[in-house]
């Protein structure tokens, strides 16, 4: 699991109480570790075998040797002491950030804020394979050989088809009926949606299970154990429906990797965008598709009976997919996500980058793109510049969720080439698609980057265009454009 995951997944079982003195704890455990990593033998023998990986017989020994060697050059300029500030500082921004949230007030955060940029800046500085500016080198520790001219290039032709698009929709007579998404549904019937819906993805109960928590994700406790969560709303049913078939995208992934990746210490490889492809790709691309919902609309009634009295499969379907520009990048739709991702990545960048950031000013620039991309104002910080956690520890992370609708874009085209994907998913045939996917998509994400990785899945270089031929496509049938 990817470090800041594993930050977020411990912070979201923390008690409200518990959260400062269980940061100490963190910092003092990853202290040991830190120092571990670096005696002087462990670094030695790091360097040793990556100057001889040629010489490795076996790819999964070539994965190791790059990815340990990974860790040693971010961290070998680092001292204790250093590492053990970054652990406070990330602390204390958790800490201010959760206070001005729940306050409404960014001013409670920013010198925290300007405290995690200056460890960032610190320590991308200080990195031994260092990339042409501080936000490249942070960002390369996601979504590796990806630069920072790549995700301008890529948002750059996002904004470009999106922006008059979005426009096209907003202006569309097109009225998509949502009266019936917020009637009354038990617990019960969810969690048992919730069964169907993995037992249907072919989610492996023998090695995984479900529960609720606050904000749903997704753990993997070990090579057969992969756990997933989600959320019930008494007037959302949908809402749990969609994180389950996220979540379990994540968990597929996990139960079909290379029992060689375990044995390689190699598991966590992969990165956060192949990753967040899979949770989408489930998601949104098989999800909210016509197929899908044809698929499960009779259990839908069976389960919710009031909720679809009167209520057709077209109509079930165009309620899942309506374009709503919102200022919460976690209940955005698909359409509009990626500008919340835009607006993140082009204020963090100039963050990292732009020299002499004024930190105060950030809120206003915060809704000032707000209101350009998606014509709408927050009210306030808790739902403008304060909604998210990342911040806290640090920059690079949003693109990835971007990036993994463009993956997903190019492998979905690929596997459509390759058999009838519609009619797979028609019929609820996920032994075919996930065949596909075990084979093409997550038995060597562990071992190549990106954008090799894509590469091999598609025979095509990297691009955006995939996604944003499926959105003109789809929406523009949706709203009659
Ligand atoms: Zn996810």
Redesign the pocket.
Known sequence: MHLLSLILTNRRFALRGGVEAQGEVDAFLSNKAFILQKDPAYMEACLYIYDHKDELTDEFDVALAESLHRDFAKEKNITPEMQHERSLVYNRAYVNWREAKSKKDFSIFSKSLGEVRDVQIREANLHENRKATPYDTIFDGYERELTSQDLDDTFNECKERLVPLLKKIMSSKKKIRTDFLSRPVSDESQKACAQYLLDTMGFDFNRGAFATTEHP??IEMGKNDTRVTTHYYPDAFYSSMFSII??G??ALFEQNQPAENYSHYIEFNKTMGM??ST??FYENRIGRSREFIALIYPKCCELFPNVFEGVSEQEFYESMNTVTPSLIRTEADEFTYTFHIIIRYEIEKMIVNGSGCDIASLPKLWNEKYSEYLGITPAHDAEGILQDIHWTSGFGYFPT?AL?NMYNAMYYNKMASEFDLKAAVRSGDFATINGWMKKNVWARADREAPKTWIKNITGRDFTPKDFLDYLEAKYGEIYGL
């Open positions: 994700f997704t996220h979540e995208g994540h990753h967040e949770s989408r969720y993994g």
